[in-house]
């Protein structure tokens, strides 16, 4: 099968910062993908250059066998990818619906003329639009919140609520950027598994994780990242067991 998404050899610097070395991995549909190293190893870096945010500047980034080295992000959302940022970043003032829905408008098939003429076909793909986003507040597990303002629900629930209205643009790739930072066990546990569903759907998820415990429980293969340079990449398993690995960072955190 061909890779969803192929990073081949990336390099950024900044002034005399060597960001990223060197970098390649690709992960396929149906994967879960984790980056981890420490803080500064280059893994925010390695997600602005796989979004569009930063160019390249070596390397090649391949997204659905197109080469968007050079695209804007808009042109890499069209293709299929989408992310989640590192600070929440939903609407606090808008209901969860609302910020599903606004997730799924960049989805919508009825041009912006017809939108403002009003058309019937507005009136019935909206009707379609809050079913789907009701469907996915049920799959992330925030069912009868639909009405609820998303800035006072829980912050696991609003972690949850992120990651459905990136959902709701029907992502073939998703990229989560630390989404259990601030998360208690039993909220990182929830998390684990929505993530599991995303990747039962058949979407490239492409994790950046401090949280040890959940990288290594849920993903399929991980990328170690050390002074933006590959450490290690392997199953949880092979990367766990990787002296360079234990030494440069993992130590005594892994059972
Ligand atoms: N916009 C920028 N300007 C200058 N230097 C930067 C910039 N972004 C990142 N860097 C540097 O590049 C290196 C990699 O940073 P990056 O944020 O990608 O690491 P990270 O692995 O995501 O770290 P963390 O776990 O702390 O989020 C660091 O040395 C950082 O200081």
């Known amino acids: 099968m061909a890779p969803l998404l192929d990073i081949h050899a990336v390099g950024v610097s900044f002034g005399g910062v060597r960001a990223l070395d060197g970098v390649s991995f690709s992960t396929e549909a149906g994967r879960i993908f984790s ?5 500064g190893a280059g893994k925010t870096t390695l997600f602005n250059v796989i979004s569009g945010a930063y160019p390249a500047q070596q390397g090649k980034v391949v997204i659905a066998g197109r080469d968007m080295t050079t695209a804007p992000p ?25 910020n599903v829905m606004v997730g799924g408008h960049l989805r919508q098939r009825t041009g912006f003329p017809s939108a403002l003429l009003g058309l019937p ?6 009707r379609a639009m809050r079913r789907r986003a009701t469907e996915l507040l049920d799959l992330f597990d925030l069912a009868g919140l639909g009405g609820a303002v998303a800035g006072e629900l829980a912050y696991g629930q609003q972690k949850r609520l992120e ?73 949880p398993a092979e990367v766990s067991s990787n002296p360079a690995v234990i030494e440069a960072y993992l130590g005594v955190e892994v059972d």
């Open 35 to 39: 980056i981890i190293g420490p803080n």
């Open 74 to 98: 808009s042109a890499r959302a069209a293709l299929g990818l989408q992310r989640t940022f590192q600070n929440l970043q939903i609407f606090g003032t808008m209901t969860a619906l609302e």
């Open 121 to 126: 076909s507005v009136a019935a793909e909206s």
């Open 163 to 235: 990651i459905a209205r990136a959902l709701a643009c029907e992502p073939r790739i998703l990229l989560l950027d630390e989404p259990a930072a601030g998360l208690n066990p039993s909220e990182t546990e929830d998390l684990a598994n929505v993530i599991r569903r995303l990747a039962g759907m058949g979407i490239a998820v492409v994790l950046v994780e401090h949280d040890m415990r959940l990288v290594m429980a849920i993903s399929d293969e991980l990328l170690v990242l050390n002074f933006g340079r590959e450490l290690a990449r392997g199953t």
